[in-house]
Structure formats: structure tokens, C-alpha cells
């Protein structure tokens, strides 16, 4: 199963961890890991770096070996932190590890973290924070043409944005 929520605050990844008794694991960006207790932290919590902006090869063959052993995943389907509650642009690598591994996505909508510790703060202010789980999304076919990838990109944008809705709606 795969954890496809929005991505607004770095209290995001934290916050998710009381939805499942399963440990999940998490794709955090390279540069997370440069200092060593963060670095330390990150790994025993189960998160694992990735360099974006390019095709890291070497996380997506790490996160598809998670998936086919049966471990829970959290990927930021928006990559970098967004602001605002609308839902834009997905990158197509959720759907990429959906089909290849043939996992179930399941979109999260989060409210408030923006609030509570927003980009170029440290430490989080006290703020009511929501979160909604959404309907899962089966995983494209495997064996589809490149184009159904972004086609089932635009099936997640529409369920992580009616989740997203979801958690605003319970402010």
C-alpha cells in the first residue's frame, strides 16, 4: 500500500503515523539526510533519502522492493512542500510505483500543519490539524502505454483533492 498525501508542512510525514499500527516507510528528500542526527532519526523511523528533481533509480528500486515485500509507503505525490488547499500538478512516480508493484494508493487529505509550522519555521505553533483518509485507487495496469500513467495521475489528483476538501471541511 502506498500513502499519497498532501504535502503542506514538515509535520505532515509525523502526523500520519497514528492512522496504521503498521510502520510505514517514506521517500524524504536527499538533503534531510546531510546532517547526521537528522540523518540517524530519519532512517529509524524508516525514511529512506531521494534525490529529486531527477531519476533517482536507485530509491525507486528501494521503494519497489519495500512494496513487493508488503511494507506501507508514503510518497508525497506533490514532491516539495505546496501551500494553499488546492490540489495542482501530481508527479507521475506514485503512479509508476503503483503499477509496477500492483499496490493499492491511498490519498490523504491534511488541514492545518501549513498553519501550525509553516515553510521557514521551526518550531510548530499550536493549531487544530485534520486529517482525512481517502477512498483507495486501485494501481494502473502494469502492462499499459506510458500515457495511462499520467491518465491515472489525474484519477489521484481528483482523490487526493476530495480528501484534501474532506480535512478543511472538518475545521
Known amino acids: 500500500m502506498i ?10 510525514s509525523p502526523l500520519l503515523a497514528p492512522l496504521t499500527r503498521r510502520r510505514f516507510r517514506a521517500l524524504a ?3 534531510l539526510f546531510k ?4 540523518a540517524w532519526f530519519l ?10 528533481g531527477s531519476a533517482d533509480r536507485e530509491s525507486i528500486r528501494a521503494a519497489r522492493s519495500l512494496l513487493d515485500a508488503g511494507a506501507m509507503l ?14 495542482e500538478d501530481l508527479f507521475d512516480g506514485t ?17 492545518g ?6 515553510m521557514g519555521t521551526r518550531i510548530p505553533r499550536p493549531t487544530r490539524v485534520r486529517v482525512a483518509v481517502g477512498r483507495p485507487i486501485q494501481p494502473p495496469d502494469q502492462s499499459g ?20 476538501d474532506a480535512a478543511v471541511s472538518m475545521r
Open 113 to 118: 500543519t501549513e498553519t501550525s509550522m509553516p
Open 95 to 111: 503512479a509508476y510505483l503503483a503499477a509496477k508493484t500492483g499496490a493499492v494508493v491511498v490519498p490523504v487529505g491534511i488541514s
Open 3 to 12: 500513502l499519497a498525501p498532501v504535502h503542506r508542512s514538515n509535520l505532515d
Open 35 to 38: 546532517v547526521r542526527p537528522m
Open 74 to 87: 508514503l510518497v508525497f505525490p506533490e514532491g516539495g512542500r505546496q501551500t494553499g488547499d488546492q490540489i
Open 145 to 164: 502505454p506510458r500515457s495511462a500513467l499520467s491518465e491515472w495521475t489525474t484519477v489521484l489528483t481528483a482523490g487526493l483533492q476530495e480528501a484534501q
Open 43 to 52: 532512517a529509524a523511523l524508516g525514511a529512506f533519502p531521494v534525490r529529486r
Open 29 to 31: 528528500k536527499e538533503s
